[in-house]
Nanobody
Framework: VQLQASGGGLVQAGGSLRLSCAAS????????VAWFRQTPGHGRDLVAT????????IYTDSVNGRFTFSTDNAKKMVYLQMNSLKPEDTALYYC???????????????????WGQGTLVTVSS
């Protein structure tokens, strides 16, 4: 399974960005997809996750109400619409997929076997 993330960039606080992730390969073997983010000196933290079949999404508290996670199963695309961006949202954002069914959803980094390259989001104050 290959994941290709895009859509990062520089935006002012209060602005919006939409991240996209294209999944290819044996995507039929995957159960859930997610967005994680990482800042220098910190681990990779979950932003949001959902299964391809519609379980979820689950959001981390800091983005709830501002970010919207969605998927297009036919195109095997994963999106993260980010509104009301804050400087603390600045991070490298990663798309991830897992292949083990875990109810309701996997949320730990080590539960995701497939990772895309990061896309950088920078929010200026």
């Amino acid at each position: 399974v290959q994941l290709q993330a895009s859509g990062g960039g520089l935006v002012q606080a209060g602005g919006s960005l939409r991240l996209s992730c294209a999944a290819s390969g044996r995507t039929e073997t995957t159960y859930a997809v997610a967005w994680f983010r990482q800042t220098p000196g910190h681990g990779r933290d979950l932003v949001a996750t959902s299964s391809w079949s519609g379980v979820g999404p689950i959001y981390t508290d800091s983005v709830n109400g501002r970010f919207t996670f969605s998927t297009d199963n036919a195109k095997k695309m994963v999106y993260l619409q980010m509104n009301s961006l804050k400087p603390e949202d600045t991070a490298l954002y990663y798309c991830a997929a897992n292949s083990v069914v875990r109810f309701p959803l996997p949320t730990r980094r080590d539960e995701f076997a497939y990772w895309g390259q990061g896309t950088l989001v920078t929010v200026s104050s």
